[in-house]
């Protein structure tokens, strides 16, 4: 079985490569136990959010730590930065269209609307999904699945 930490870095570097971040993006992947107590309020508090305000470096920017069980996969370009959670229960396939949905959606930001990865013939960015158990890139248009994310093992 491959090590969750080292299969998110990996899924990270072959979705910015696809986005065309690739080589050009910081990745640090923090895995945190289950068991470890969270800062933030249980899904039974009458009120669950979180909101990470802050450059580089400050406890609550891509250096601090994740308050959650999972993996968390951070990426930095220049002073930008998302932080995807990978929670422990997901399925390979769903972690990974996961992780390429919220990167996709950080790069067509940097971006300022391109559409990644274009979607052969259309205007609009391809989509992550999980078709027929495989996570794929899609046709919003035609769901069957265009191109496979990446094998899963």
């Known amino acids: 079985m491959t090590n969750p930490s080292t299969a ?3 899924w990270a570097r072959t979705v910015l490569d696809r986005l065309g971040l690739g080589g050009r993006c ?18 039974d508090a009458p009120y669950h959010s979180a909101l990470t305000i802050g450059p580089p ?11 959650e ?3 968390h996969v951070t990426v930095t370009l220049d002073a930008e930065w998302t932080r995807v959670h990978l929670p422990p229960d997901l399925a390979p396939a ?6 390429a949905d919220r990167l996709q ?11 990644l990865p274009p979607c052969p013939g259309h205007a609009h960015p391809m989509r992550a999904a999980v078709v027929d158990g495989a996570a794929v890139w899609c046709c919003p248009a035609r769901p069957e699945g265009t191109g496979t994310l990446l094998p899963i093992a």
């Open 69 to 71: 069980a999972g993996v």
């Open 26 to 43: 910081r990745i640090d992947v923090t895995t945190v136990p289950e068991g470890r107590p969270s800062p933030l309020p249980g899904p």
């Open 8 to 10: 998110a870095a990996d």
């Open 57 to 67: 470096g400050e406890p609550d920017g891509p250096d601090g730590p994740p308050p």
């Open 105 to 115: 959606d950080w790069a067509i930001e940097l971006t300022h609307g391109a559409a």
């Open 94 to 99: 769903d972690a990974l269209v996961l992780l």
